[in-house]
């Protein structure tokens, strides 16, 4: 083959890329707001914040406005070298942000390695106190906690696991509380310690004092479709974790940065975790970014016994911390925060309405904008589909061929739902609803 640093024009060409499989996509060609176009002028509308990034929308001014500031004073220092004033000043906003005592911030290049810093935090803070024999951190199935090997041993998603479970520690699992498919005659909040219980027969099982600690997304993400919890749960999991010694880490990959109508999920129940891993929204598309946020008296031991022994190249990159400010500046500047939370239920009302035109939807749920609608063979009977049909699959390949934008996750594993995301930029606005709505019921008829 000979070289050429030129690449062929047009996007019929064969691809030199690879992704999951061999189907393609459509070449974007710009994107704006909510809308996205390719290079054949149809227009998308991007539902989903392509996997629940895109928070204020594509293509702000002022976001690029402020990238290229950055990138005209200084496009990268390496952060054993210099301190650069966006990661600074980005890390004192989000400990204001941060709920209770959570101070400390450490940036990383996404949600995988969110995660890992947590874990890998979690463990030095143990071996700083003494607990050498710490070595477990209990999750839940289903979950999603990244796609790195230390990440995905949390994660309970059976398809994304399997492959590589022989080459991983085996972490202890938990059932989600997927309690709106339970037939029991608990009531919410019985239901929501019910499930907390879970984790402290699972602790006990393990022995507690190997126990490092308890890691949960606030709403389920893409593996449980917007799975929000009764109020008890958040409470009783919080006290649990207390009673052991044991942390509980809080994976806001998905719901940080405001998705949920909150710029945290914790706040809805008031609670604080030990240690919080955020990115997706951070900044919002414009840049790979992600952050730990931990409290002093966990990352202070850490620092004063060896140092945190842990790091990327990116961390604190500087062109991607001015991204997350500019991010910031437009959640505050264009009120998204309280958008997510009146167009989020404005929306599910919508949702809802579908719902009784349609015995398939089973279920609508979420907080804010992080939505789902879970599909049934009949809500009447709340019968569920068997996954061979792939619906929620076919439904999002309906919903795309007529321009719609949503999300959805292979569900085959143990889990019982099918169900796909709707979660549009906080920056929606109702008139905006019906290039949603009028897609998805059509979607939904040619599905039946
Ligand atoms: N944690 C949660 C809750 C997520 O939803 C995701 C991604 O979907 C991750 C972690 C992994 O993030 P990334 O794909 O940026 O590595």
Known sequence: MTHTDKAPVGHNRESRLFYQSRSRRPLIDRAKGVYMWDVDDKRYIDASSGAMVSNIGHS???VIAAMNAQLEKASFAYRLHFENDAAENLAWRLAERAPG???RVFFVSGGSEAVESCIKLARQYALAKGDAQRTKVISRFPSYHG???GALALTGYTPMHAPFAPMMVDQPKIPAPTCYLDRDDLTDHERGIKYANMLEAEILKQGPETVLGFIMEPVGGAATGALVAPDSYYHRIRKICDHYGILLIYDEVMTGAGRTGKYFAAEHWGITPDILAVSKGLAAGYAPLGAMIAPDRIVGP?????GFIHGYTYAGNPLACAAGN??????????????AATSGAALKAELGKLADDFTMIGDVRGLGLLLAIELVKNRNTMETLDPKHMAAARLVDIAYDMGLIIYWRRTRGGYR???VMICP??????DQFADILGPLRAALSDLQ
Request: charged share 30%; aromatic share 0%; glycine share 8%.
């Open 60 to 62: 702000d001014p002022r």
């Open 101 to 103: 005592d959570l101070e």
């Open 147 to 149: 796609a790195t090997l």
């Open 302 to 306: 850490v620092l004063d016994h060896g």
């Open 326 to 339: 500019a991010v910031l500046d437009v959640i505050d500047e264009d009120g998204l925060l309280e958008n």
């Open 417 to 419: 739902g099918d169900h």
């Open 425 to 430: 930029p906080m920056s929606i606005t109702p």
